[in-house]
């Protein structure tokens, strides 16, 4: 059979091509708008406090172990409060949550998310103080590592050299006792003497053994003093700082604005 080019073929030739022509172009259209849409979604804005009871119940658990210095309980808290209703005021105490628990490398992206939808410029110092604080903690356990990676000292010994001067500063005393008992011994053989050659030559013995007495004692307290100085002296070491939690004052109105003060 020869198929005949008729009018009526033309037309419906041309009503094919102008549907599919249509629908390449509905279907590029739409992933455009799907991407637009998701823009949108991005730069929205995040509520400031709880957005409804449900987030609001783990919020309030979060305050209370805060308050009571339970940072990793509260993190859990504010984590859970936050993905039941997304806020600027639940994200930031949770970071701040994780910092104070020891945990920055969980605490910088929840800081870096909070400045990004930050509204404030309060809000926005304040993450950038807890960022800032995260750095100074990892360049301290930096220095401690170093710190504990030096070998120790030979040279040096105050332990030992305290027992030295101390037992030296002990003998020194017991030999200023001794010499002044002998000196008491001499005083009284000086007041029995027959002669009067033999009570001068007592008294001075006495006078100078008195004197030997108190310079040996003298020098013996010094020395004990010394010792127990330098048996008492802290060694070197790094002990980990405290940490006070301090509500921090901002035009927000954010509930939880902790500051760790290191």
């Known amino acids: 059979m020869i198929k005949q080019d008729s009018p009526s073929a033309r037309r419906s030739l041309g009503r094919v091509a102008s549907l599919t022509l249509f629908c390449f172009a509905f279907t590029c259209a739409c992933p455009k708008r799907s991407w637009s849409q998701a823009r949108d979604e991005a730069v929205q804005p995040m509520p400031q406090n709880p957005p409804n009871t449900q987030a609001q119940a783990p919020f309030d658990v979060g305050v209370g172990h805060a308050q009571a210095r339970r940072f ?4 859990q808290a504010f984590s859970q409060s936050f ?3 997304a806020n600027r005021a639940a994200l930031f105490a949770w970071a701040q949550s994780q910092r104070l628990a020891g945990r920055c490398e969980a605490a910088v992206p929840l800081y870096q998310r909070f400045v990004a939808v930050s509204e404030q410029p309060e809000e926005t110092q304040a993450a950038k103080i807890g960022l800032r604080r995260c750095e100074e903690t ?3 356990q930096q220095q401690i590592v170093q710190t504990r990676s030096r070998p120790p000292a030979t040279t040096s010994q105050p332990h030992a050299w305290a027992l030295a001067v101390t037992s030296g500063g002990l003998a020194l005393i017991t030999a200023g006792a001794i010499v002044a008992l002998v000196s ?3 005083r009284r053989a000086a007041n029995r003497a027959s002669t009067y050659e033999d009570h ?3 008294r001075g013995r006495a006078e100078t053994q008195r004197w030997a007495a108190l310079a040996a004692g003298s020098a013996g307290v ?4 010394v010792g ?3 048996y008492a002296r802290p060694e070197e070491d790094i002990t980990a700082n405290g940490v006070s939690v301090a509500p921090l004052p901002n035009g927000s109105g954010l509930l939880m604005a902790w500051q760790g003060m290191f």
């Open 184 to 186: 008491e011994t001499e």
């Open 72 to 75: 990793a309980e509260a993190a």
């Open 222 to 225: 010094a020395a004990l003093a």
């Open 83 to 85: 993905s039941l209703g």
């Open 138 to 140: 990892e360049l301290r």
């Open 200 to 202: 001068r030559a007592a």
């Open 228 to 230: 127990l100085w330098l």
